[in-house]
């Protein structure tokens, strides 16, 4: 009796066995998870278990096949009968690399999300290259987080130069699995890409928009889906990007920070914090905003590229978890620094200051959160605000900015205008 339920356990595992073996295939286009239970009462009480393991793995695929079974034995003393339960899975899962183009900006804040998306993709196995606006050679490529490009090139990618609209000769003929555009404001600068881009066979077109897109609302958070400004250029662009293609995805970017940023955001609260001079916040300062670390920001547009089915005919905030007041913004800053903080707060109207050039976020709550990306992807924020400023300060220190002459002629302006500080 033993020897029968032995050769029965051993009929099913040569089925699934060759079954398995035409799995393989499978594996380079798709996950696949498949499960094969049986049970037989004919079966004496019998312990087994084992597993067999079977892989490939090619330079764009990595693949496995895992194959186990469990045989199971229940003896019941009242009616003197055996049973045995054979459980068989198996569990194939792809992990395909893919061949990203990223459309880079060489201006404002936003080229440093292009330079962390590349290192992140490189990082997980994936093919990059970067076309960055304009000539190798201008200054602006003297400057993060251009001149950090280097970092790209030692783990594997390609930076390359050029006007977007002339996408297809700069990469020479070369078809790319995914695009992202982190360039273009309006549909004049994006429409080139877009549509070289869908007749190349791209498979996957993702875009930077804003969240500045959205119209003011009185219930912060901005949420995906919230009203937009049906007049920004954005807008436009996000539209046709629907309509051209199947799989696509919209990112709206806030504030952020990071190693490589080149636009001043914190830097404009440490330049006042450590020459001990008034850090001037228009209005009340309880205003709301977001601040995410660029990390975060590309390892959402990573899960984008790896999961394309999830992020599809979806726009992302692409933003931290958390709100914090301009105030909280300053005095952050100054834990940063190790340094107290003078904080005068303002009103740019009744002193004739246009506040868009005195301060560098805006006055208003602007504050954005991240929903779809968490419900979505799965993704999870690691932003951390008191941390993330500490390792900001010390690269502000370790380029010498805190010892840089700077002028604050606007700000003198407008200390000269308050004869007392305004009050919260």
């Known amino acids: 009796m033993r020897k029968k339920g032995n050769?029965?356990?051993?009929?099913?595992?040569?089925?699934?066995?060759?079954?398995?073996?035409?799995?393989?295939?499978?594996?380079?286009?798709?996950?696949?998870?498949?499960?094969?239970?049986?049970?037989?009462?004919?079966?004496?009480?019998?312990?087994?278990?084992?597993?067999?393991?079977l892989s490939f793995s090619s330079s764009l695929h990595s693949s496995s096949l895992s194959i186990s079974s469990t045989i199971l034995s229940q003896s019941s003393i009242t009616s003197k009968r055996f049973s045995n339960h054979a459980t068989f899975s198996i569990n194939a899962s792809a992990a395909v690399k893919k061949k990203v183009l990223i459309i880079n900006t060489n201006s404002g804040g936003h080229a440093v999300i292009g330079f962390y998306f590349a290192k992140e993709l490189l990082g997980a196995g994936h093919s990059v290259t970067i076309l960055t606006v304009g000539d190798e050679s201008s200054d602006k490529m003297k400057k993060p987080p251009f001149n950090r490009f280097s970092e790209i090139v030692s783990a594997g990618g390609s930076t390359v130069w050029g006007n977007p609209a002339d996408v297809g000769s700069i990469v020479g003929g070369e078809a790319f699995d995914v695009v992202l555009?982190?360039?273009?404001?309006?549909?004049e600068a994006v429409r080139p890409v877009i549509d070289w881009a869908k007749s190349s066979g791209a498979k996957q077109f993702l875009f930077i928009s804003s969240a500045g897109i959205y119209k003011t609302t009185d219930e912060p958070p901005h949420v995906e889906g919230d009203a937009v400004k049906a007049d920004a250029g954005h807008v436009g662009v996000e539209k046709y990007i629907e309509e051209t293609?199947?799989?696509?995805?919209?990112?709206?970017?806030?504030?952020m920070l990071g190693s490589g940023n080149n636009k001043d955001c914190e830097e404009w609260f440490f330049d006042r914090i450590v020459r001990d001079r008034p850090v001037l916040i228009p209005g009340s300062g309880l205003q709301l905003t977001n601040i995410a670390h660029v990390r975060d920001l590309s390892a959402i547009l990573t899960l984008a590229v790896e999961n394309p089915d999830a992020a599809s005919h979806s726009i992302f905030n692409l933003v931290s978890d958390r709100a914090v007041t301009l105030n909280g913004i300053a005095k952050l800053c100054a834990q940063a620094a190790g340094r107290p903080v003078n904080i005068v707060h303002y009103d740019p109207k009744a002193i004739g200051i246009d506040a868009k050039k005195a301060f560098p976020f805006r006055t208003v709550h602007f504050y954005a959160e991240p929903r779809a990306a968490k419900?979505?992807?799965g993704w999870s924020s690691t932003t951390n605000l008191p941390e993330d400023l500490k390792e900001r300060f010390e690269e502000y220190v370790k380029i010498g900015r805190d010892k840089k002459d700077i002028k604050f002629e606007l700000d003198d302006k407008i200390l000269e205008a308050l004869k007392v500080p305004v009050p919260v």
């Open 181 to 187: 555009d982190n360039n273009g404001k309006d549909l």
């Open 375 to 377: 419900t979505k992807l």
């Open 245 to 255: 293609f199947d799989s696509w995805a919209i990112f709206r970017p806030q504030y």
């Open 7 to 53: 050769k029965e356990v051993s009929s099913i595992w040569n089925c699934w066995f060759s079954y398995s073996l035409g799995l393989m295939a499978m594996l380079a286009s798709s996950p696949s998870t498949l499960l094969f239970s049986a049970s037989s009462s004919k079966l004496l009480p019998l312990s087994n278990s084992s597993t067999l393991r």
